[in-house]
């Protein structure tokens, strides 16, 4: 009778410890699919990569897979079209991490750093009203 206690407590044990290891956050190898918002930013993520609006009419895109490394940041190449500013679409270098259901963004163009941004997995973006005078 013990040993089968014993063996029903290890069995159950192991149980517990395999659902925890299931339900934790397990390495994810790429920034997860869906929409993520935040302030004057929104990032549209596919298994083909990327589209993103910022304030003002700018966008981004990315046109490969944002993996992630072993620490949950990404860096990929895309484009950024700031629209106000002549001169179209510029190459950029996105950046970021993720951790859980936040992502952190910045975007680098030859003209400069645009962000960082604070997005949420789900999350509408929020736009500030862009004043032209």
């Known amino acids: 009778m013990t040993k089968r206690l014993l063996g029903l ?3 159950f044990l192991l149980g517990c410890l395999g659902f925890l290891g ?3 956050n397990a390495t994810l190898v790429s ?8 302030h004057n930013a929104d990032l549209a993520v596919t298994d083909a990569g990327a589209t993103a609006q910022f304030k003002c009419g700018a966008v981004g895109q990315v046109v490969q897979r944002l ?16 629209r ?3 001169g179209g679409p510029r190459p950029a270098t996105f950046s970021g991490s993720v951790s ?20 949420v ?5 929020s736009f500030d009203v862009c004043n032209f005078s």
């Open 9 to 11: 407590s290890g069995l």
């Open 22 to 24: 299931c339900a934790s």
């Open 31 to 38: 920034v997860p699919r869906g929409d993520w918002g935040g």
């Open 67 to 82: 993996s992630l490394d072993g620490s949950g940041r990404f860096t990929a190449t895309g484009t950024y079209d700031p």
């Open 84 to 86: 106000l500013v002549q």
């Open 100 to 119: 859980g259901s936040h992502l952190q963004l910045s975007i680098q163009t030859a003209d400069g750093t645009v962000g960082p941004f604070d997005l």
């Open 121 to 125: 997995m789900g999350q509408a973006a």
